[in-house]
C-alpha cells in the first residue's frame, strides 16, 4: 500500500527541530554513493519541469524520485509530488505533496546554513520575497538563535504586511518595498524570489552581514550580483550543482569562488565566518537527499499516528 501525505496532512505531523536535526544529520554524512542529478526541462510558455533523483541519505532504508512543475505566474507556483521508495524493493511507500516537502526542507536548511554563518550577535533580519520558503526559514531560525527587528519585502505589499505580522513575535516589524533599501540595517538577510536579475549588489549589503540566496537554483535564475558574490564568501550545498544551476555559475564565476559546502562547514572540514566584518554568503541549490530526509520524517510520523490515506496502485 502506498501512503498518500497531502499538504494539510503534511503541516500537521511535520515539526522544525525534529527536522531540522534530520537534515543536520544529512550535511554531516559522508559523500553519497550516487551523484545527485537535477533536470530542469523548459516547456512552452513560463513554466519549467523539474526533476530531482535520487534522494539518499546513509541510514534511511528508502530514496526519493521528486517531480515538480514551477509556473512562476501561478499560486500556487509549484505543484508535484515526492515518491518515497523502499530502497530494497522499490515499493512505492508514499507520495508527498512536493511544494510542502520542497519549502520545508528548503527553509529549514536555509535556517541551519544563515545560523552557521552568521555573526553570533547578529539578530536584525531582513527578508525578501514573503513566500513559503522564506515562510520555514522563520520557523527555523529563531529556534537556534534570537532575532531582533524584522523588515520584509515583497513585491505583494499585503503579503509582506502579513508575514511581518506573523513573525514580529513582539518585535520591531516593518514593510519596504524596495530590496536595497530593506537591507540597509539587516545583519542577516533571506532571499527567496523568482527573480532573474540580481536584486542585490555589493555596495547594498554591510560588512559582517550574512545573506541567504535561496532563489538561484536553475540556469538564468539570479538575486545576487556578481560583484557581490565575487567580494563574499560563499557557501553553497554541492559544488558542481552550484556551477551548473546555481549562483555562481548563474553569475558567471568559478569554482575558485565557492568556499565550500555547508556539509564540510557542519563536519569542521572548513571554517565559515572567518572575520566578523566580512560579508558571507549561503547559496543553495537544494539535493535530493533533503527531499528524503523531509518524507522519511513525513512518512515515519504518519505512519505512527495514522494519519494519511492508503491507496494500492497494483490493484
Known sequence: ??????????????????????????????????????????????????????????????????????????????????CLHDLESGELLALLDSATVTAWRTGLAAALGTHALARPDARTITVIGAGAQAELVMRGLPTLRDLG??????????????????????RPASVVAD????????????????????????????????????????????????????????????????????????????VEHAAGTLGDLLRGQVPGRVKAREITVYAPVGLPWQDLSLAWTAYRAARDAGAGQDFDFLG
Not at 536535526?21 to 545527485?36: D, I, K, N
Not at 557557501?235 to 551548473?244: F, G, K, N, Y
Request: neutral net charge.
Open 1 to 82: 500500500m502506498t501512503l498518500l501525505l497531502s499538504r494539510p496532512v503534511l503541516e500537521g505531523l511535520l515539526d522544525p527541530v525534529a527536522c531540522m536535526a534530520g537534515l543536520r544529520s544529512g550535511f554531516t554524512a559522508g559523500p553519497a554513493e550516487v551523484a545527485p542529478s537535477r533536470t530542469v526541462a523548459a516547456l512552452p510558455g513560463t513554466g519549467t519541469a523539474t526533476a530531482l533523483l535520487p534522494g539518499l541519505v546513509e541510514g534511511i532504508p528508502a530514496y526519493t524520485v521528486k517531480v515538480n512543475a514551477k509556473f512562476p505566474g501561478r499560486r500556487p507556483a509549484l505543484r508535484g509530488v515526492v
Open 149 to 170: 527587528g524584522l523588515t520584509v519585502c515583497d513585491t505583494d505589499a499585503g503579503r509582506a504586511a502579513a508575514f511581518a505580522e506573523r513573525h514580529a513575535a513582539g
Open 179 to 254: 530590496p536595497r533599501t530593506a537591507v540597509k540595517d539587516a545583519a542577516i538577510v533571506i532571499v527567496a524570489t523568482w527573480s532573474r536579475r540580481p536584486l542585490l549588489h555589493a555596495a547594498d549589503i554591510a560588512p559582517g552581514t550574512q545573506v541567504t540566496s535561496l532563489g538561484a537554483d536553475e540556469p538564468g535564475k539570479a538575486e545576487l550580483s556578481t560583484d557581490l558574490l565575487e567580494s563574499a564568501r560563499v557557501v553553497v550545498d554541492d559544488i558542481p550543482l552550484a556551477m551548473e544551476t546555481g549562483a555562481l555559475g548563474n553569475a558567471g564565476l568559478g
